[in-house]
């Protein structure tokens, strides 16, 4: 198993050195897709428009079970006409530990940044705040409603850790795999720390981990990767450590000579291309010679 640590030098070292940004939200599905199983329950915090809703209904099938929670009415109107089959149980709801009605942001402009509190938008530019109110209700007073529970899903912008919390019975009782958005923009705006959501998890019985296998087995290793380069994150039961690391994919990362094949090729490709741009914005006729070369006999 590799280390938190190791991973995440890996992503960063594909995002600093190659400009490749791996599809988080895909490599999400692709770990879930090995735990949710075909009769199941899953509860979907933060469904949204349903990018994920919709793999946990295909997962669990007409046998099991999703329960989708959106409070965003115009995300909550999509999701419902999606057609995902009886299924699936659809919320207006925000989960919250307490219950009853409160205010919600609306980030016109981007609504999938919309959530309880305001907070640092990615492009603020782009976003017009509009506070409406929503019904909130904690999770653990859904318990009978929704019975034994073996994935959870939660993306709140910021809210996660009460979340959690609100359903801290039904997690202490069905010990389902839970996965967790979580960064600074989000939880700042509940006045959280870095380790809140790593000392809710110990608190629960829960061990983190990363999209790639990695477990935080302190709150040092948390540290060290939190906030460094992607916000998707793992809470493992601590008893089912040995299955976390026997069922998690392993994501095949290029070796070090791979890398430093691809570091030579991406410098030979910059070199090539600049030389390309020198022939075409040239003004000298023989610089410019071999494109006109190159032009005819590539044409038709």
Known sequence: MRSARANLEVVQSLLET?????????????????????????????????RHTVQFAELVGAEGAVHAFEPLPEAMGYLQSRGLG??????PIAISPKRGR??????????????????????????????????????????DTIGPVHFIKVDAEGAEVDCLSSGAAMIRKHRPWITVEYGEPGYAAFSLQRRSLFDKAAELGYVMG??????????????AVCDRAYWDWYLVPQEKREEWIATMPIFGWPKASERNELSKLQKENAQLRAEID?????TSWRISAPLRTLGRRLRP
């Open 18 to 50: 190659f400009q490749f940004t791996p599809r988080y939200e895909d490599l999400l599905e692709a770990t879930y897709r090995c735990f949710i199983r075909s009769g199941q329950t899953v509860v979907d915090i933060g469904a949204h428009a349903g």
């Open 86 to 91: 009886p299924h699936v149980r659809t919320y």
């Open 102 to 143: 409160t205010s919600f942001v609306y980030a016109k402009g981007a609504p999938e940044e919309s959530g309880l509190r305001p907070k640092a938008y990615n492009r603020p530019d782009l976003v017009q705040p509009e506070t409406i109110t929503v019904e909130t209700l904690p999770l653990d007073d859904m318990v």
């Open 210 to 223: 990363d999209l790639f296998g990695g477990l935080m087995e302190d709150v040092a290793d948390w540290e």
């Open 278 to 282: 020198a022939m075409r914005f040239s």
